[in-house]
């Protein structure tokens, strides 16, 4: 594999990590309009379920799935940052053995 080939790849894939992380920050922010109400906090009654509504709980799955979608590209992020990090050493240790 070539020491640039490696470059590009890693550059990619923190691209691409990049635009999920983005994406998934979007969804969050979307859902951040959710009242307390639709958690059961305030205005009410003891009797009804917190969140029981099918609305809700679609939300705090879309929620949860932005979550999740965004530490996955937080480890894409430090595993294209490793492999530039590798490219960098072997290019680096090429250079030495050359001079």
Do not use: M
């Given at each position: 594999m070539e020491i640039q080939s490696a470059f590009n790849a890693g550059v990619?894939?923190?691209?691409?990590?990049?635009?999920s992380a983005y994406k998934a920050a979007e969804e969050i922010a979307t859902n951040v309009g959710i009242?307390?109400?639709?958690?059961?906090?305030?205005?009410q009654?003891?009797?009804q379920v917190a969140g029981a509504t099918p609305e809700s709980l679609n939300t705090t799955t879309n929620l949860t799935q932005s979550v999740v979608d965004?530490?996955?590209a937080e480890f894409q992020a430090k595993a294209s940052?490793?492999?530039?990090?590798?490219?960098?050493e072997n290019l680096g240790t090429l250079l030495?053995?050359?001079?």
């Open positions: 990619q894939g923190f691209q691409k990590a990049n635009e009242t307390p109400e639709t958690y059961g906090i305030g205005g009654s003891s009797n965004l530490h996955v940052a490793n492999v530039i990090e590798s490219a960098d030495d053995v050359r001079v």
